[in-house]
RNA sequence: GCGCCCGUAGCUCAGUCGGAUAGAGCAUCGGAUUCCUAAUCCGGGGGCCACAGGUUCGAAUCCUGUCGGGCGCACCA
C-alpha cells in the first residue's frame, strides 16, 4: 500500500503529531461526529479528503476540500456541508477562524498559539525534527552509482550519485531501513580489457617502451600506478606469458584498484555505499544459474530464437537460439536472452540474479540510472515482477529512477570530452574546482528525469544565480546573530515566546511545513523538494532579516529588551535547527559563517 | 520505425492525488545599507502552461493524437 501523507487514514493519525496531522486529525474528528449526527451516511469514505496548506497564503494557513469531496455522498451541496463542518471547527480553540471559499474549500486560520508550540516541538526533537515513522517496518534497497570499475568517476556518474545518495538519506529519515548498494561490474568483457590495459602498464613499468596506447584499450594515466604496483609485486615474473596466465589475477587487482579510485572519488562527495556486491562472486556463487532454474520451472525462460530488434534489422542478423526470458509476458516488447551463444551470461542475466538476490532482504527495491539505459527498464522490471509473482504473492515495490544527462558548460560553451582521447572530465576535478556543497545542490535543484548544464562559470558564483549559497547564507546569518546575542550575554529562550507576532510566525510557518514535505518528498521518492523548501525557506528568513534594516525594533536583537530578544534569538535558532536537518539530508554543509 | 524522458515568463526551473487569481531565480526597470553579514530585501513590467481534441463541478496536472528536444533500441555494459 502506498502512503499518502495527510490524507485522512488510520496510518497518518497514528503517527507522531506533527502540527499538520494534528490539524488533519482535527478533521477528520469533525467529519466522524458529523457521521455520528447522520449528517454524512454511515461509514462515507473519507479517503479522497485532504487537509493541507493552500496555495494562496491569503486564504489561511489549512484548507480542506472536505465539503466538496463528501457532498455528492451526503446528498446535500458542498456549501451547505461546509457550514455544518465550519460549525464544529469553529468551536477549537486552536482554530481561530475557518470559512468557506469558492466553489465550498475550508480555510482555517490556526491560532498563534498552535504556531509557538510548534517552535518548541522544533527545539524538543532538534536534529529529530521532520522525522517520519512513515516507512517503519520497511526495507529499502538503493542502489547507485554502480559504474563500471575501469577508471575514475566522471561526471556522467554524479549526478546519479548525488540524487541517489540524497534518496537514501531521505528515506532513512523517512522511518525506513536502508540499504546503499552498488554493483560491481567485475565480470564482463570491459574487466577483461581493463586487465589487458594494466598489463601494457605493467610492461611499462618494467621499462618497456610501450608507445601509443593501441585501440581498445584504455589510454587513461590513471592505470599507470596500478601497472607499477603490477610490477612492484610480480616483476617480470607475468611479462611474456601468455595472457591466459595473468589475465584473472590481473583483472582481479585492476578492478580492486579502480575500486578504491572509485571509493575515494565518492568520498569526496561524502558518498559511502554500504554493500558492494561484486557480479563476479555473485556468478562464481552460481546466484544466476539458480535464477535460471527457478525461472525455467515457472516456465519464464526457454530456448528460442532471438528476435531482430524492432524497426531495424542488421544487414548481418542472424537468428540464433539462445534461453530467453519472457520478459513479453510483463510488458516488454521482446523476450530478451539470458546467456550469450558461447554459454555464459548476459549482462542482464546477471542482473536478474542480483535483483533477485537483494528481494530476498528488501521489502522494496530502488535503482537509480543513467537515462542511456532507459532501453533496459522494461526488461528489469519483468524480471522483479516475475521473481515478485513467484514469491508467492509478495510483491515486491520495484523502481527505476531515471536520471537525465548532465551536460557540462564553461560560460556557456559545452565542455569537449572524448573518452578515447582520455579527456573526459573527472568528479574529482570538479568537486576540487568547485566543492561537495555545490555540486551535491547544484544536481538536487533539478527534478532527475529533467535534462540538466552545469556551468561552471555559474555554480562557482557565490552571489547570483545559485541556491546553495542562498542557503547556507542564511544558515550563517543565524550562527552570527546568535554568536552576537551571546557576546551581548543573551540566550534563546522559549520563555516569552507570546512576544512574537505575525512576522516571526510567518517563518514558524514556513519551517513547519518540514515534516509534510519530508514524506511527501519520501513518497514521490523526489529529494530535490528538500532542496527547494531550503531555499524558501531561506528567503522566508532573509525576509524577515530585511525588516530590521528599516526597522531596528524588528531585529533579533532589540536594545534593552532582553526578554523579546531571547524569544527571537530562541526562534532563529529553531529555523537554523530546521535548515541544518534539511542540509543533512542533501549531505550539505550548514556553514557558521562565509 | 519503436520505446522512455522532457516541453510552464526573454533564460534556468518549481508547481503537493485534479482545486481557488499558475509561482520563484536570472535578466530588465525603480527603490532600500549610520544596521545582528546588502552574498540580502521591497516594488514594476513580462504567460494561448508546445498544439488539438477528450474526461468533470473544476485540467499546467489525467487520457488520445500532433509537433519539437533529449536518450535508447543485438549475445555490449
Not at 1 to 22: C, V, W
Not at 169 to 181: D, I, P, S
Not at 209 to 219: C, F, K, S, V
Not at 540 to 561: E, M, Q, S, T
Request: hydrophobic share 45%.
Amino acid at each position: 500500500m502506498r502512503f499518502a501523507p495527510f490524507r485522512l487514514t488510520a496510518r497518518a493519525m497514528s503517527d507522531r503529531k506533527t502540527l499538520h496531522a494534528a490539524f488533519a486529525a482535527k478533521v477528520d474528528a469533525v467529519l466522524a461526529a458529523l457521521e455520528a449526527e447522520g449528517v454524512l451516511p454511515a461509514g462515507v469514505s473519507r479517503a479522497n479528503v485532504t487537509v493541507e496548506p493552500p496555495r494562496d497564503a491569503s486564504h489561511g494557513d489549512l484548507a480542506t476540500n472536505a465539503a466538496m469531496v463528501l457532498a455528492k455522498q451526503a446528498a446535500t451541496n458542498p456549501r451547505a456541508l461546509a457550514e455544518r463542518i465550519v460549525e464544529h471547527l469553529g468551536r477549537d480553540a486552536q482554530i481561530e477562524s475557518a470559512g468557506i471559499a469558492g466553489p465550498g474549500f475550508i480555510n482555517m486560520r490556526l491560532a498563534d498559539s498552535a504556531w509557538r508550540r510548534e517552535i518548541g516541538a522544533i527545539a524538543g526533537l532538534g536534529s529529530d525534527y521532520g522525522r517520519s515513522a512513515m516507512g517503519a517496518g520497511q526495507r529499502v534497497n538503493i542502489e547507485y552509482v554502480s559504474a563500471n570499475p575501469t577508471g575514475p568517476m566522471h561526471m556522467g556518474h554524479c549526478r546519479g550519485a548525488v540524487v541517489g545518495d540524497a534518496l537514501a538519506a531521505l528515506l532513512e529519515f523517512a522511518g525506513h531501513e536502508v540499504v546503499r548498494e552498488y554493483y560491481v561490474n567485475d565480470a564482463g568483457g570491459q574487466v577483461d580489457v581493463l586487465a589487458r590495459s594494466a598489463h601494457l602498464r605493467y610492461r611499462e613499468a618494467l621499462g618497456e617502451d610501450i608507445g601509443a596506447i593501441p585501440e581498445g584499450l584504455y589510454p587513461g594515466d590513471y592505470l599507470k600506478p596500478v601497472g607499477e604496483a603490477l610490477a612492484a609485486e610480480f616483476g617480470d615474473a607475468h611479462r611474456d606469458r601468455p595472457e591466459g596466465d595473468w589475465l584473472p589475477l590481473f583483472r582481479e587487482r585492476a578492478v580492486a584498484e579502480m575500486m578504491a579510485l572509485i571509493r575515494a572519488d565518492l568520498a569526496l562527495l561524502g558518498i559511502h555505499h554500504d554493500v558492494f556486491a561484486s557480479e563476479a562472486e555473485l556468478q562464481r556463487a552460481g546466484k544466476p544459474e539458480a535464477a535460471e532454474a527457478w525461472l525455467r520451472e515457472h516456465d519464464l525462460v526457454y530456448d528460442g530464437l532471438l528476435e531482430a530488434p524492432k524497426g531495424k534489422t542488421p544487414e548481418d542478423w542472424e537468428p540464433v537460439e539462445l534461453p530467453l526470458f519472457r520478459s513479453t509476458r510483463f510488458g516488454d516488447d521482446q523476450d530478451r536472452p539470458i546467456r550469450k551463444s558461447d554459454g555464459s551470461w548476459t549482462y542482464f542475466g546477471a542482473d536478474l540474479a542480483y535483483h533477485m538476490q537483494k528481494a530476498e532482504g528488501a521489502d522494496a527495491l530502488i535503482d537509480i540510472w543513467g537515462a542511456d539505459h532507459a532501453g533496459t527498464v522494461k526488461r528489469i522490471k519483468a524480471a522483479v515482477a516475475a521473481l515478485s509473482e513467484g514469491a508467492g504473492g509478495r510483491t515486491i515495490p520495484f523502481d527505476v529512477k531515471l536520471v537525465q544527462m548532465v551536460q557540462l558548460l564553461r560560460g556557456g560553451e559545452p565542455v569537449k570530452m572524448s573518452k578515447r582521447a582520455g579527456t573526459f572530465v573527472t568528479l574529482a576535478d570538479v568537486v576540487r574546482e568547485v566543492g561537495k556543497d555545490v555540486v551535491r545542490f547544484t544536481m538536487l535543484t533539478r527534478k532527475p528525469e529533467a535534462q540538466m548544464d552545469f556551468d561552471f562559470a555559474k555554480v562557482v558564483e557565490a552571489s547570483k544565480d545559485n541556491p546553495v549559497f542562498y542557503v547556507q547564507y542564511a544558515h550563517a546569518r543565524i550562527s552570527s546573530t546568535l554568536r552576537k546575542g551571546a557576546a551581548e550575554g543573551v540566550a534563546p529562550a522559549p520563555d516569552a515566546l507570546d512576544r512574537l507576532g505575525g512576522e516571526e510566525l510567518a517563518l514558524v510557518k514556513q519551517a513547519a511545513q518540514f515534516p509534510r514535505v519530508v514524506e511527501a518528498a519520501a513518497q514521490a521518492r523526489e529529494p530535490h523538494r528538500i532542496a527547494f523548501f531550503l531555499y524558501d525557506l531561506a528567503a522566508a528568513f532573509h525576509a524577515y532579516w530585511n525588516l530590521g534594516n528599516d526597522d531596528p525594533a524588528k531585529r533579533f536583537i532589540v536594545a534593552h529588551d532582553n526578554e523579546l530578544t531571547a524569544a527571537r534569538l530562541f526562534l532563529a535558532a529553531q529555523i537554523g535547527q530546521v535548515i541544518r536537518n534539511g542540509l543533512a539530508l542533501l549531505g550539505v554543509e550548514a556553514v557558521e559563517e562565509m
